[in-house]
T-cell receptor, first 111, second 114 residues
Framework: RKEVEQDPGPFNVPEGATVAFNCTYS??????FFWYRQDCRKEPKLLMS???SGNEDGRFTAQLNRASQYISLLIRDSKLSDSATYLC????????????FGTGTQLKVEL | GAGVSQTPSNKVTEKGKYVELRCDPI?????LYWYRQSLGQGPEFLIY????????DSGLPNDRFFAVRPEGSVSTLKIQRTERGDSAVYLC????????????FGPGTRLTVL
């Protein structure tokens, strides 16, 4: 079983739609959680950290459920520019700052 | 300011050759990481430096892979006797020291082993 699992997609949605991505992680000792965005043939960039209380940044909302070992990302009012791969990322406790990435979920926002 | 830079951006080599990939981190970042990303996959951790020393090299796949950071700034990833399976994008990231500080990634080196 992979340490971080995501549906690879692609998710094809119309502009303005709301889309949700899910991610599960296998190690209950995981300490920190993130969503990264990666554009085609570019490097990953931090989109947002994920906290147990849930957090929001504009049109983006991230949620963490430690009991279920589940992370989600919700994008509201999606834009063409949101088209990218979204990587779910976990940092194990005691793992230094080593990040474990999921395979990524591809989003395509269409007119 | 300048971000993480990596050279070369592309490297094509033949099976069995030796390659060196260079990473120049953000100035002042003491932590430096190497990851490898294969097509359709997320990046996989290779090695992490805190200053000059390798704090965690558990991701290096075998002894053909080695990395150094002699002065605590620039790092070089070295691959001996390259194999076709080594073909991937090699990503470098840097961060300030301390847990959970954001890692900033470079553009990567795309390695192709023929």
């Amino acid at each position: 079983r992979k340490e971080v699992e995501q549906d690879p997609g692609p998710f094809n949605v119309p502009e303005g739609a709301t889309v949700a991505f899910n991610c599960t992680y296998s190690n209950s000792a995981s300490q920190s959680f993130f969503w990264y965005r990666q554009d085609c043939r570019k490097e990953p960039k931090l989109l947002m950290s994920v906290y147990s209380s849930g957090n929001e940044d504009g049109r983006f909302t991230a949620q963490l459920n430690r009991a279920s070992q589940y992370i989600s990302l919700l994008i509201r009012d999606s834009k063409l520019s949101d088209s990218a791969t979204y990587l779910c990322v976990v940092n194990l406790a005691g793992g230094g700052n080593k990040l474990t990435f999921g395979t990524g979920t591809q989003l395509k926002v269409e007119l | 300011g300048a971000g993480v830079s990596q050279t070369p951006s592309n490297k094509v080599t033949e099976k069995g050759k030796y390659v060196e990939l260079r990473c120049d981190p953000i100035s002042g970042h003491t932590a430096l990481y190497w990851y490898r990303q294969s097509l359709g996959q997320g990046p996989e951790f290779l090695i992490y430096f805190q200053g000059t020393g390798a704090a965690d090299d558990s991701g290096l796949p075998n002894d053909r892979f080695f990395a150094v950071r002699p002065e605590g700034s620039v790092s070089t990833l070295k691959i001996q006797r390259t194999e076709r399976g080594d073909s991937a994008v090699y990503l470098c990231a840097s961060s300030q020291s301390g847990l959970n500080n954001e890692q900033f990634f470079g553009p990567g080196t795309r390695l192709t082993v023929l």
